[in-house]
C-alpha cells in the first residue's frame, strides 16, 4: 500500500504544485470522507482513495487511461499550430500530469482516441509490432466499388513506404461509405490508400480499437470518459 501527504497525492494527479497544492489544503479546499482537512502533515493510503476539491469529487488515479470522441478541428498535439488541441477538451488537471494521445488523428478525422500519462502504455499501444487493429469508417468521394474494396485489400503502394499497404478487412456501407481496418498506423494511411486507389476520403472516423468500439462508450462529440481494466484489456489484439 502506497501512503502519501495530501499535498503530494493533489500533486501527483494534477492540482498544481506542491507549494500551490499546500497552500490549497491549508485554506481548507480539500476534504476527505467529508471531513476538511487542513493539515499536510496527514497522510492516506492512495488506494481507493476519494477526495473532494473545488467542490467535486475526485478518485485517486496512479495511471490516466482515457477515450475521447474526438470532434473535428482539433489537433493531436501538446503545442497545435492551426487547431485548438485535445487537451482543451479535458479537465485543466489532465495537462498538468502529462496526459497525452496515443498516437494521432487528423485534424479533420473523428472518433475514438486514446490518451494516458503512462509512457509503457502509450509506446506499447503506437508500436506496429502490437499489430492491434483499427476501423475507420471513411466517407468517400466517388461511389463506392467491388474494385475499390479489392484494391485495398490487395495493397496499393505508398510514396516512401517499401512495400504495398493492405487492409486487414474492408467493406461497403453504403454508396459513398465504407469501413476498413488496418494496423499499421502510418501518416495519413486511409487518406492515402483511397487516393492510391482511385478514390478520394471526404471525412473520416475511427470507430474501434482493438475490440473496444466506440459505439459501446456511448460518448457524444467532445465528450471522453475513463477506462475500466475490463475495457483496457479490450485493446489488445
Not at 1 to 6: A, P
Not at 156 to 164: F, G, R, S, T, Y
Request: glycine fraction near 6%; charged fraction near 25%.
Amino acid at each position: 500500500m502506497t501512503k502519501l501527504s495530501l499535498d503530494k497525492i493533489l500533486q501527483s494527479q494534477g492540482f498544481g504544485t506542491r507549494k500551490y497544492c499546500r497552500d490549497l489544503v491549508e485554506d481548507g479546499e480539500v476534504s476527505v470522507n467529508g471531513e476538511v482537512i487542513r493539515s499536510c502533515k496527514l497522510a492516506f493510503e492512495t488506494a481507493g482513495l476519494q477526495f473532494r476539491i473545488f467542490d467535486e469529487d475526485w478518485d485517486y488515479r496512479e495511471r490516466v487511461y482515457i477515450v475521447l470522441n474526438k470532434p473535428a478541428n482539433f489537433e493531436c498535439s501538446r503545442k497545435p499550430s492551426h487547431h485548438p488541441g485535445v487537451l482543451t477538451l479535458l479537465p485543466e488537471q489532465f495537462s498538468w500530469r502529462d496526459v497525452q494521445p496515443v498516437g494521432r488523428l487528423d485534424h479533420d478525422t473523428t472518433g475514438m482516441l486514446l490518451m494516458s500519462d503512462d509512457g509503457p502504455f502509450i509506446h506499447a499501444q503506437s508500436s506496429p509490432k502490437r499489430h492491434v487493429p483499427k476501423v475507420y469508417q471513411a466517407r468517400t468521394a466517388d461511389p463506392v466499388t467491388a474494385e475499390l474494396v479489392d484494391t485495398l485489400l490487395k495493397g496499393v503502394k505508398l510514396h516512401d513506404e517499401p512495400a504495398p499497404l493492405a487492409a486487414i478487412f474492408c467493406q461497403k456501407l453504403d454508396e459513398n461509405l465504407l469501413e476498413i481496418v488496418l494496423e499499421q498506423g502510418k501518416y495519413h494511411q486511409v487518406k492515402r490508400m483511397l487516393a492510391a486507389a482511385g478514390n478520394h476520403c471526404a471525412a473520416l472516423q475511427r470507430t474501434a480499437i482493438g475490440r473496444l468500439t466506440l459505439a459501446s462508450l456511448a460518448l457524444e462529440e467532445g465528450d471522453w470518459c475513463y477506462l475500466a481494466p475490463e475495457q483496457l484489456g479490450l485493446l489488445v489484439p
